[in-house]
């Protein structure tokens, strides 16, 4: 971090300050005293440091962080990749492609266990399906919430996948004892409180960016859950609001190999919900896929026109069967180009 103080700052603030640093962080502080300004350079964990407080000390003048403000999720701190090992084996990050799909909401046994036939048949990995879901409408279909947890436990036992769902609330934390991996949503990856709950688990999270939030913010949300001793952290790029309309919303495509450089953890992409859209789906997965993405999270539904949330972007089975085989081939070609 570089501390820039202003040429009226006295030798006895500036003396009080960098104790105070020294005292209070774990870092060194060099200073260089110009003719006009004071530059404070500081070496060390300044993760903890409030660059907020810092720059509203009246004798400040600019302060600069050269240190990403995350450590645990950082790829300075551990060059290896992050692989997920669930019990069963399955693995995300190893450097196969992982593939999470179904429905967006489960609605009734026969639906979900259909659609988790058909995705494990066309080489899903994992079953996703929502129980608590939130709705921009508080008249729209909230889920099945404990009931549809049931239902997917009932899918999990007839098709051996793992499943995946969302949580909504830490309160629920209960009733997702037996989920094998948790997914936080969009709307709640800056829940610092439920975060800091799930740092305490020890269960993989599947952390989905904000609607709005910067690369550094999704990447701060996962250092939340890793801070708590969690370190199975999952990211997913879903895309997020830009001026477009086309779309339900724009696949930050970049956000890809950026993630994968400034951090260990596993990357995943959206295609669903980046799109809104069924037939962009393949195409976005495909560019997933080409942009380093170690999985997919695919919405799939055995009757897209009748569902009871985001059909307008659920793939049929027989939609799906394609998609996977485009990607996987994909993958293939790509993975042993290096
Ligand atoms: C979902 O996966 O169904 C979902 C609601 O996703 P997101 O949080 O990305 O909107
Ligand atoms: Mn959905």
């Known amino acids: 971090m570089i501390i820039v103080l202003k040429p ?4 006895e603030q500036l003396n009080h300050f960098t104790e105070g640093l020294k005292h209070d962080y774990d870092v060194k502080v060099n200073t260089w005293v110009g003719t006009q300004s004071t530059v404070l350079g500081l070496i060390g964990d300044t993760s903890a440091i409030d660059i907020d407080y810092i720059a509203a000390q009246d004798f400040v003048e600019s302060v600069k962080r050269v240190q990403e403000p995350y450590k645990k999720a950082n790829r300075k701190f551990h060059p290896d990749n992050t692989v997920i090992t669930l019990p069963g084996g399955q693995k995300i990050g190893d450097g196969s492609l992982s593939i999470i799909a179904g429905p967006c909401s489960v609605e009734t046994e026969d639906q979900i ?3 988790a036939e058909r995705v494990k048949t066309a ?4 079953l996703r399906g ?3 879901k939130p709705r921009t409408s508080p008249y729209a279909f909230q889920g099945l919430k404990a009931d549809g947890l049931e239902l997917l436990r009932e899918a999990r036992k007839k098709t051996g996948l793992p499943i995946v769902t969302e949580i909504m609330s830490a309160a629920h934390l209960p009733l997702f004892e037996d989920v094998d991996i948790i997914q936080v949503g969009a709307r709640n990856m800056q829940n610092f409180e439920l975060l800091k709950e799930l740092g305490k688990i020890r269960k993989p999270i599947l952390l989905k960016r904000g609607l709005s939030s910067t690369i550094e913010e999704l990447l701060m949300s996962a250092e939340y859950i890793m801070a708590g001793g969690n370190d199975q952290v999952i990211l997913c790029e879903r895309g997020i609001r830009t001026y477009e309309t086309y779309t339900r919303n724009t696949l930050d495509i970049s956000a890809v190999p950026i993630l994968k450089r400034l951090s260990h953890l596993p990357v995943i992409v959206d295609p669903s919900h980046a799109s809104g859209i069924a037939w962009l789906v393949e195409p976005l997965a495909m560019a997933a896929v080409a942009a380093g993405a170690d999985g997919l999270i695919i919405e799939v539904h055995n ?7 985001d059909g307008a972007q659920s793939l049929t089975p027989d939609q799906f069967d394609h998609v996977a085989k485009r990607v996987f081939t994909a993958a293939k070609l790509l993975r042993t180009e290096g």
């Not at 009226?8 to 030798?11: P, Q």
């Not at 009757?303 to 949330?309: F, G, T, V």
């Open 123 to 126: 080489g899903a990995q994992f």
């Open 303 to 309: 009757n897209p026109a009748k569902a009871l949330s």
């Open 130 to 132: 929502g129980a608590f």
């Open 8 to 11: 009226n700052c006295t030798v």
């Open 113 to 115: 266990c259909e659609v």
